[in-house]
């Protein structure tokens, strides 16, 4: 079975830029979550998903970052304008089930905004 | 809130020593999970092991430890006989139970150098 696989692998923009990663999480998993990992600030969780649902958000730094799960395959997230600040990389990882079961994580995203 | 701490920010070894990356943990939660996770020079995050809050049992993994102790909230990764491929920055991580986050809060890493 593949993996999380996201696109692109890496992105480069220009500031105000609309950027948008997506994610495919493992087949039959049930939770998906997106990580935002930056020098400053370490690994940290921006949102996840349970069964499609958003069930915290709070992570997600301000109003130009948006998530979307439009089903169970897929999903997105979104900047809207980019800011330089928003250079990092970008996580996704699925789980099946419990909260107790490990964590599978996709190659990530570098993004960089000029 | 949960919290945990990777006090060791990078540590440099000469291969076939014996390493210990520590990890201290902060949760309201009696139930809980821990895990390590690696993360290479290539970038992807790797996992390689999770505890329950119940399991005290030491675990060991060919050259691999680790070290749970709850009395000190602490899960300590003991790598044995390093090699130059152990090389990488190594994550542990806590997820909460039935009523706090399930989503992984992450220390700061430990980047470990192994030279040859």
């Known amino acids: 079975d593949a993996g999380v696989i996201q696109s692109p692998r890496h992105e480069v923009t220009e500031m105000g830029q609309e950027v948008t990663l997506r994610c495919k999480p493992i087949s039959g998993h049930d939770y998906l979550f997106w990580y935002r990992q930056t020098m400053m600030r370490g690994l940290e969780l921006l949102i996840y998903f349970n069964n499609n649902v958003p069930i915290d958000d709070s992570g997600m730094p301000e109003d130009r970052f948006s998530a979307k799960m439009p089903n169970a395959s897929f999903s997105t997230l979104k900047i809207q304008p980019s800011e330089p600040r928003d250079s990092a990389v970008y996580f996704c990882a699925s789980r099946a089930g419990l909260t107790g079961n490990e964590q599978f994580f996709g190659p990530g995203t570098r993004l960089t905004v000029l | 809130a949960q919290k945990v701490t990777q006090a060791q920010t990078e540590i440099s070894v000469v291969e076939k020593e014996d390493v210990t990356l520590d990890c201290v943990y902060e949760?309201?939660?009696?139930?809980?999970?821990l895990f390590w996770y690696k993360q290479p020079p290539s970038g992807e995050l790797v996992f390689l092991i999770r505890r329950n809050s119940f399991d005290e049992q030491n675990e060991i993994s060919g050259r691999y430890s680790w070290n749970f102790q709850k009395s000190t909230s602490s899960f300590n990764f003991t790598i044995t006989a390093s090699q130059v491929v152990d090389s990488a920055v190594y994550f542990c991580a806590l997820s909460e139970g039935y009523t706090g986050r399930r989503a992984l809060t992450f220390g700061s890493g430990t980047r470990l150098q192994v030279q040859p």
């Open positions: 949760t309201r939660d009696t139930t809980y999970y």
